[in-house]
């Protein structure tokens, strides 16, 4: 309890009054006595769930951090030397380790990484990092599972040092030297630097950036620390999958601490999710001004800044969340209409059940209880991607998850087709692994609408789906799973590694999913079935005692009688709860469109606030796009069929399209697209298929 109150008595202070972010607070009003016990019990469901890293553990970091820092400056004075420089030039050269993400934010966790940026002087090269440091790393015994990606977006070694995750990026800067107090906000830094030093840095500027425009940093860290492990357990924490990742929700839980810079952190949760669940998202998420580049200014005119007024590729952006730190851009430009629809029906979920804990009728861990989402859905879609070697496994992997939202955005334009991607990647067990060593799986848990009607007829709303006579609806996945196979084709490194990697696409239906899947959703429901037994054992326990205390004083023979009455018909009322919980449980596999039914419900005693906030809220006019189009977006099947045809014949040696209980009845050796089969299928009767795209050329 004592941590409890140390952790209030940062949190719960006033802060000077001053304007944070773009406009006025919309209540300055303190905390309450009720905010108090909120955030009270708050922290203590947080620590309860191991959110925050303890003494020792933040020790190991610091101990961890300095030894690595020690090993980057060994290096660089190595490399100095190296260079021509006297051992006093090498040594004054600086650099160093610095960090970003949780860590720097200051909501660590225990159990996680620890995102770090090696900066260094003009003279020490990218190609030296990945070479000589990274031999380096190998040759310390305390190094583990090294795993270098020098070709990516933002160049990346992963690794365990001191049993500890770690990923560390790189930054050249045009310094001669890097001095120990160096200021990462300094725009001058990032003069005349290529773009992936201006990537790498971009994490530790918009982190420091951050906490320098919330008005309470421990509110602001509290509240994160909630957010973080909310998105987490419901499924929308993932940047690369059109989700959220970390730096989105802190700006997001940013600007809400600037909105109400003395709320207690149980009423930040509370705005964040009132005011994001009903956001019009053509309106941007920003904390500054955004700055613009000053015109010829030499070394900096080669960084566009986020402009949807100049850049149509801007205004095509679903749900901008802009980073504060120059050059601004937006941080959430991997969303999609399909997981922002998933995100608002999560923050609408979230805020009924805070609005029951505010009532004593719910806790904090039922705001952040798992996503059941193999539960959830009957059909899925599995994008299982297999190797036997180690190193190729891991880029292979990574290369498919950054390219899997296209997938989702091909989906989505089936406008009777519901898609839910999950996050999270499941290892695949050794019968599940068909011959690999190494097997993982990604999932899209599907819905299929088939309620949709025109003037009395049927209609699946399936792009070119004709659906009459009331029969079921049908879907032809075909064209956007073969769209999907074309850009993982694309990879820049399948060459290297087409003997030694493998993809398989399928749809499942729920029955069919891996063993240790099915036997997980099992276990979750009898976990589901039990609490409600108990919830409801306790409904009527309390329900009885309470009856019985009231009529204490009541000693007429009559009146037990009908009191007796009375209590059955409570109990039976609370039994017919316990009925429809069972029924619920029943349907616990049904699809996500019930749930989704249910989670738009509209807070009409809000309404009055909501417009208040609309008021005072600065927002820049932007238009509504079409993100998703099928005339300029979409490329033809055709196309990725000749892509396919560059490793050789599509049907023979790629694309093995089958049917689960019949896998001879395809064989199709032309090579024209009309010549694989047909796949427009009833998804509800239809067999599962698979779609293997085989990257080794059989001889």
């Not at 933002?154 to 040092?161: A, C, E, G, N, S």
Request: one cysteine or more; proline letters at 4%.
């Amino acid at each position: 309890m004592d941590l409890v109150n140390l952790e209030l008595s940062k949190g719960l202070t006033s802060v000077p009054k001053k304007q944070y972010g773009v406009t006025p607070p919309i209540s300055e009003a303190m905390a309450t006595p009720q905010d108090y016990k909120l955030t009270e019990n708050l922290i203590i469901a947080m620590r309860q769930e191991n959110l925050y890293e303890s003494v020792e553990g933040m020790k190991k970091r610091e101990y961890v951090l300095a030894s690595l820092n020690k090993l980057v400056r060994e290096w660089i004075y190595e490399a100095s030397l190296e260079h021509s420089m006297n051992e006093e030039e090498a040594l004054s050269a600086g650099g160093g380790i610095f960090t970003f993400g949780s860590y720097r934010l200051g909501v660590v966790a225990a159990g996680s990484d620890i995102d770090t940026l090696c900066i260094a002087p003009r003279h020490i090269s990218r190609e030296s990092f990945f070479s000589f440091f990274l031999a380096k790393l190998q040759q310390d015994i305390n190094v583990t599972k090294v795993q270098p990606v020098p070709d990516a977006y933002t160049p990346i070694i992963k690794m365990v040092y001191h049993g500890m995750e770690m990923d560390l990026l790189f930054a050249c800067l045009n310094l001669s030297r890097i001095p120990n107090d160096l200021n990462t906000l300094d725009d001058d830094l990032l003069k005349n630097v290529d773009d992936k030093t201006a990537r790498s840095l971009n994490g530790c500027r918009v982190n420091d950036m951050i906490l320098q425009l919330v008005p309470n940093k421990e509110s602001f860290r509290t509240a994160l620390r909630f957010v973080k492990h909310w998105s987490k357990a419901r499924g929308i924490y993932s940047n690369v999958l059109g989700y959220l990742g970390g730096i989105s929700w802190a700006i997001l839980t940013a600007r809400i601490c600037q909105l109400y810079p003395n709320a207690a952190p149980s009423q930040i949760i509370n705005r964040f999710f009132y005011i994001y669940k009903t956001w019009q998202w053509k309106n941007p998420v920003i904390l500054c001004e955004i700055k613009e580049v000053p015109k010829n200014t030499p070394g900096l005119m080669g960084f566009r800044v986020w402009n949807p007024n100049l850049n149509p590729q801007d205004r095509a952006h679903v749900m901008p969340i802009i980073t504060p730190a120059f050059p601004s851009m937006n941080s959430t430009h991997n969303v999609t209409h399909t997981t922002l629809g998933v995100i608002t029906d999560e923050l609408q979920r979230a805020y009924r059940i805070i609005q029951d804990i505010e009532n004593d009728k719910a806790t904090w861990h039922d705001v952040w209880s798992p996503f059941l989402f193999f539960e959830k859905h009957k059909h899925f879609i599995q994008v299982k991607m297999l190797s036997n070697n180690e190193q190729a496994f891991h880029k292979w992997i990574g290369w498919i998850e950054s390219k899997l939202r296209f997938l989702v955005r091909k989906l989505e334009t089936f406008k009777g087709l519901q898609v839910r991607p999950w996050p999270k990647a499941i290892q695949e067990q050794d019968e599940a692994k068909d011959g690999f060593i190494f097997a993982q799986s990604m999932y899209i848990g599907l819905v299929l609408n088939n309620s949709n009607s025109n003037n009395g007829s049927s209609s699946t709303g399936v792009t070119g789906v004709s659906n009459s006579s009331g029969t079921a609806p049908v879907v032809d996945l075909r064209g956007a799973i073969l769209d999907f196979v074309g850009f993982i084709m694309n990879w820049s490194e399948v060459e290297n590694y087409k003997d030694s990697i493998d993809l398989k696409v399928r749809h499942l239906r729920a029955k069919d999913l891996p063993k240790h899947l099915r036997e997980q959703s099992r276990i979750n429901a009898k976990a589901i079935k039990a609490s409600i037994n108990n919830n409801v054992h306790n409904s009527v326990k309390e329900a009885t005692s309470n009856f019985i205390s009231s009529q204490q004083s009541t000693s007429s023979s009559n009146k037990r009688a009908r009191n007796e009455d009375e209590l059955n018909n409570t109990i039976t009322r609370d039994l017919s709860l316990n009925n429809n919980n069972k029924s619920q449980l029943n349907n616990v596999g049904n699809d996500l469109k019930s749930d989704v039914n249910n989670s738009i419900q509209t807070d009409t005693h809000c309404d009055n606030e909501l417009n208040n906030i609309s008021k005072k809220l600065k927002v820049l006019p932007l238009k509504t796009p079409n993100i998703i189009s099928n005339e300029s977006e979409t490329s033809c099947i055709e196309n990725n069929c000749d892509k396919l045809k560059e490793f050789g014949d599509i049907s023979n040696n790629y694309s093995e399209i089958t049917d689960s209980n019949n896998n001879n009845n395809n064989n199709n050796n032309g090579n024209n697209i009309n010549n694989v089969p047909n796949l427009i299928k009833n998804i509800n009767n239809r067999q599962p298929f698979t779609l293997r795209i085989n990257m080794s050329k059989k001889k």
